[in-house]
């Protein structure tokens, strides 16, 4: 029915439009393939597809029109690939929306994403390289009655998969600019933003008496002076049992997140120092503690890196407790100094460090209670530690170096899977040359180690790039696992790529092997599994 | 469903034909640094030419594309009266980190911030880096997906054409 409604809706007015005037709206959107190829390679534990070849796919058309906007997403998953959750099985159209603007008040109707805050208690957002969307499905509201002051509502339903979770998800936001609102022309600019988000699911429990209406709320604090930004927010989680057997399903506690940054920076010069504290803070749209309902997002509070080796073992957000810290320090020295040379040389520093919460996270029922200390950082269990340092300097008008080392700490048992891996320590150093052979022609080498006695012991990696601007790029690059303590896994992971762009489209062909192990794209980290051989990358924007 | 579909495309195709304009900027708030808001389509340039550049901090490609272009912006700003727009798409993971890099970078772009892919989203875009190139009327002439070395060489091609 609703699927009718949208058809007829978009095309009548597709058609209206088009007969009704020369000066009509805009069709844009943005096609993307992935397709790839499985071979067995017992060795590194890579599967056969059954299908040998497994396709994922979409589509997007947005129309607009003045203040009007309306739009859908085709996918297509046929089958998924295996890095993907096979809920995502064949095709459909999974997004649809409406929405207009008149005098300050947007209207939403159909499939949006939304952020309250920092998503602490709401972020629906969608990343189609891992595999996520938790688009909602409803009705939203965003109001601006006034110079300075943003109000938002919305009600809807989380989408997973192909379906959406049994939970209705409502929400309200405030956000007053003073500055902006009392047309303050003061040195000090201040913005405060309150949100709210509940949750309503039926109570069929018939064990427990469960809330069936469960609500989150938090407080923001932005001010910015000069070269000083301050930024603050503090949430709340109110009492949410999740279903199931585990001890956790017994935690009436309520949940609470901080996180606080501030920054200085000038030309030349910038320093960021931010914590958070987070306890038993995962929200979800349904009680059922499965990834795919998770509507909140707790930032991870460590550099997200993109240099293979230094990604090889990542931090992830122990949304059930963590306390951490980061500073970063970016500095870039002046031309004509000793140290800057002929074109200046810029250094990034980065410190974080991750630890449990004092006696685990805050813990309630009949028989126990705990509430762990605000701050406790001596003699608490490590996650996570990562300190590095990056520079970059070209030497002349061909010829340019970034450098990079860097001390990695990693809690296996926590941030992986349970066991007595203990802590992973690594260091990690990398050289990335760069040599412009003639006008448009560049050669990139890049040459990584990281020496590490746990885990899977040191790996070397080596990558040759060679790109012809503006349409083509051709690389090689082998992984090798030369101090795995197993000698039969001391194994090459080779790739070859190659690709073609121009202007608005991009194909890229790869074969070889790839690595089991947690992959990050944009903020967000998963578990892929090995696999072995070709792959497609259509991606394309009109 | 399969009539649907086919309604659908066909009305698209059709309406799509029947539109001579060019692109412009859909209507997407995104954030200032200084923690404020606009509408993208509110840049100006005083119908000169305008470059939109999506990249993030933890991008290596963007902050490359970015960082040479840095060295050659005021040539090109004498020349061609171009403005380049840095649109970061840093989530609040790392959206602290943006001014301070931007700042210490010596940048001398118009930045904002897009935490939630919404303007992302309406322009169409799948991976950083994503350049697109505005004329006088702010419409979209010319866009270019990811950067090696060189691209900075056609994209000033492109802004020289329409210079003069």
């Known amino acids: ?542 | 469903m399969r009539k649907h579909f086919l309604t659908l495309f066909a009305t698209i195709l059709f309406s799509t034909l029947s539109m001579a304009q060019n692109r412009t900027l859909p209507s997407v708030d995104v954030k200032t640094l200084d923690g404020g808001t606009i509408n993208i389509t509110a840049i100006e340039n005083n119908s000169k030419p305008i470059v939109i550049s999506f990249w993030a901090t933890w991008c290596k490609p963007c902050k490359k594309e970015l960082n040479t272009i840095a060295e050659v912006y005021e040539d090109w700003q004498d020349e061609t009266g171009v403005k380049l727009v840095a649109i970061s798409i840093d989530n609040s993971r790392s959206m602290a980190k943006v001014a301070p890099y931007v700042n210490a970078s010596d940048w001398d772009y118009e930045v904002y911030i897009d935490p939630n892919g919404d303007l992302k989203r309406a322009m169409g875009i799948s991976t950083v880096p994503h350049t697109f190139l505005l004329n006088s009327k702010k419409e979209i002439v010319w866009q270019h997906k990811g950067y090696v070395d060189g691209d900075e060489d056609e994209l000033l091609e492109q802004i020289k054409k329409l210079a003069h």
Request: hydrophobic share 35%.
């Open chain 1, 1 to 542: 029915m609703l699927k009718k409604i949208t058809y007829t809706f978009i095309v009548s007015f597709l058609t209206l439009n088009s007969f009704a005037q020369n000066n009509s709206g805009e069709i844009h959107g943005d096609f993307d393939l992935n397709m790839q190829s499985y071979q067995e390679d017992d060795i590194i534990g890579a599967k056969a597809a059954d299908e040998i070849i497994l396709n994922n796919a979409y589509l997007n058309i947005n129309y607009t029109k003045g203040d009007f906007a309306a739009g859908l997403r085709y996918e297509s998953y046929l089958n998924a690939l295996m890095d993907f959750d096979d809920n995502y099985k064949g095709n459909g159209i999974p997004f649809r929306y409406a929405a207009y603007t008149i005098d300050g008040l947007e209207v939403t109707v159909g499939n949006y994403y939304e952020q309250v805050g920092s998503g602490l208690i709401f972020r629906s957002y969608e990343n189609k390289g891992l595999g996520a969307d938790n688009a909602m499905d409803g009705i939203r509201l965003k109001y601006s009655p006034l110079k300075g002051l943003y109000l938002k509502s919305f009600i809807g339903k989380s989408r997973t998969y192909f379906t959406y979770a049994e939970g209705i998800i409502r929400g309200a936001d405030g956000e007053i600019n003073i500055n902006e609102a009392l047309n303050l022309e003061s040195k000090t600019r201040i913005i405060v933003g309150q949100g709210l988000v509940s949750r309503f699911q039926a109570d069929n429990n018939p064990k427990f008496k469960l809330p069936q209406n469960v609500a989150a709320y938090s407080t923001r604090l932005n001010i910015i002076n000069g070269g000083w930004n301050y930024s603050g927010e503090y949430a709340i989680k109110l009492n949410d049992p999740i279903s199931g057997a585990a001890p956790e399903g017994k935690n009436w506690a309520n949940g609470n997140a901080l996180m606080s940054s501030l920054t200085y920076s000038k030309r030349g010069f910038g320093i960021v120092a931010e914590m958070h504290r987070v306890d038993h803070m995962q929200f979800r749209s349904d009680r059922a503690p499965e990834k795919q309902y998770i509507i909140n997002y707790i930032p991870t509070l460590t550099k997200q890196h993109t240099y293979s080796l230094l990604a090889l073992y990542p931090s992830a957000t122990q949304t059930e407790g963590e306390f951490g810290a980061q500073i970063d320090v970016f500095y870039k020295i002046k031309k004509g100094s000793l140290l800057g040379g002929k074109y200046g040389t810029k250094m990034i520093f980065n410190f974080s460090r991750i630890n449990a919460l004092n006696g685990g996270n805050s813990f309630l029922n009949d028989d126990k209670e705990h509430n762990p200390m605000f701050i406790s950082i001596e003699g608490e269990e490590l996650y996570y530690k990562d300190i590095n340092l990056e520079i970059y300097k070209k030497i002349n008008k061909k010829i340019r170096v970034t450098g990079v080392i860097a001390k990695q700490s990693y809690n296996k048992d926590v941030l992986e899977k349970p066991g007595n891996y203990g802590i992973v320590e690594s260091t990690i150093a990398i050289a990335d040359i760069s040599y412009k052979i003639k006008k448009g022609h560049t050669v990139r080498v890049e040459l990584q180690e990281l020496l590490a006695d746990g885990g899977e012991g040191s790996w070397s990696m080596g990558l040759a790039e060679y790109t012809i601007s503006p349409h083509w790029f051709f690389a090689v690059q082998d992984m090798y696992n030369w101090g795995n303590h197993d000698v039969s896994k001391q194994l090459h992971y080779v790739n070859v790529n190659c690709g073609f762009l121009k202007g608005a489209n991009r194909i890229a062909i790869g074969y070889g092997k790839k690595r089991a192990g947690i992959f990050c794209v944009g903020g967000v980290c998963k578990e892929v599994p090995s696999s072995n051989g070709f792959s497609l990358t259509i991606s394309s924007s009109f």
